[in-house]
C-alpha cells in the first residue's frame, strides 16, 4: 500500500491567488481528514468526511477555504483567495471509520508558503 | 481553547537517559489517547495508544501512562536514542467521534 499520498509538497504563491491541496487515502479507509500545523496551534483539525460526506467543518477558518471528496479516492482542500497567515504545512489522513487502535495514517503533507 | 495541551514545547535528554513527556487534557469525554511521533517533512505516524480502562499500556521501550483523575498522560522512552529526536504529538478522542484533537507538540532531541 502506499499510504496517503498529498500533493504538491510543496506550494509557492502569491498572496490573493487560489490554491489547491491533494489527496488520495488509503485505499478502503471510508474517513478522510484535514489538518493543518502552526507552531502556534499544533495540528488542527478542519475538517473531516465519512463515506465521502462532509461530517464536521467547524475547524475551517473561514469562508475562503473548502473542501471537497467527489469520491472514496480524492479529496481536495482549496483556499481562494490565499493569504500569508495561511501559510503552513496542510496533512491529510485517513481511517477506517470505527477502528479506533492506531489512529489515523497521514500523509507527508503539503508546504504552502504564501508570500 | 486547547482541550489537549502540551506545555513543555521542547525537551533534550541524553542517549540512554529516559525521557518523559507530558499531555493534559481538559474533556472528561476523551476516552482514548494516542501519541504520534514526527519526522522533518514527514507526516505523523502512530507510536502507542491507551483506552481509559488502562492505566498504562507497553510497548518495548515506549510506555504511556494514563492519570484519569489529574487528566494527565505520559509518554516515557526508555532508553532513548538519538533516532527518537523527533517532534511528539498527543492526541484524543471520545466514543462516537472519530475525530482526534492533538496538542501542539513537544521537541524531543536525544543527545549522544
Known amino acids: 500500500d502506499a499510504g496517503v499520498i498529498q500533493s504538491p509538497r510543496h506550494e509557492v504563491t502569491e498572496m490573493g491567488q487560489e490554491v489547491t491541496l491533494r489527496c488520495k487515502p488509503i485505499s478502503g479507509h471510508n474517513s478522510l481528514f484535514w489538518y493543518r500545523q502552526t507552531m502556534m496551534r499544533g495540528l488542527e483539525l478542519l475538517i473531516y468526511?465519512?463515506?465521502?460526506?462532509?461530517?464536521?467543518d467547524s475547524g475551517m477558518p473561514e469562508d475562503r477555504f473548502s473542501a471537497k471528496m467527489p469520491n472514496a479516492s480524492f479529496s481536495t482542500l482549496k483556499i481562494q483567495p490565499s493569504e500569508p497567515r495561511d501559510s503552513a504545512v496542510y496533512f491529510c489522513?485517513?481511517?477506517?471509520?470505527?477502528?479506533?487502535?492506531?489512529?489515523?495514517?497521514f500523509g507527508s503533507g503539503t508546504r504552502l508558503t504564501v508570500v | 481553547d486547547q482541550q489537549v495541551k502540551q506545555n513543555s514545547p521542547s525537551l533534550s535528554v541524553q542517549e540512554g537517559r529516559i525521557s518523559i513527556l507530558n499531555c493534559d487534557y481538559t474533556n472528561s469525554m476523551f476516552d482514548y489517547f494516542l501519541w504520534y511521533k514526527k519526522y522533518p517533512a514527514e507526516g505523523p505516524t502512530f507510536l502507542i495508544s491507551?483506552?481509559?480502562?488502562?492505566d498504562k499500556n507497553e510497548d518495548g521501550r515506549f510506555t504511556v501512562f494514563l492519570n484519569k483523575s489529574a487528566k494527565h498522560l505520559s509518554l516515557h522512552i526508555v532508553p532513548s536514542q538519538p533516532g527518537d529526536s523527533a517532534v511528539y504529538f498527543c492526541?484524543?478522542?471520545?466514543?462516537?467521534?472519530?475525530?482526534?484533537?492533538f496538542g501542539t507538540g513537544t521537541r524531543l532531541k536525544v543527545l549522544a
Open positions: 492526541a484524543a478522542s471520545s466514543s462516537g467521534t472519530y475525530k482526534y484533537i
Open positions: 468526511f465519512n463515506n465521502n460526506v462532509p461530517i464536521d
Open positions: 491507551i483506552s481509559s480502562i488502562k
Open positions: 489522513a485517513s481511517s477506517l471509520a470505527g477502528s479506533r487502535p492506531y489512529g489515523y495514517t
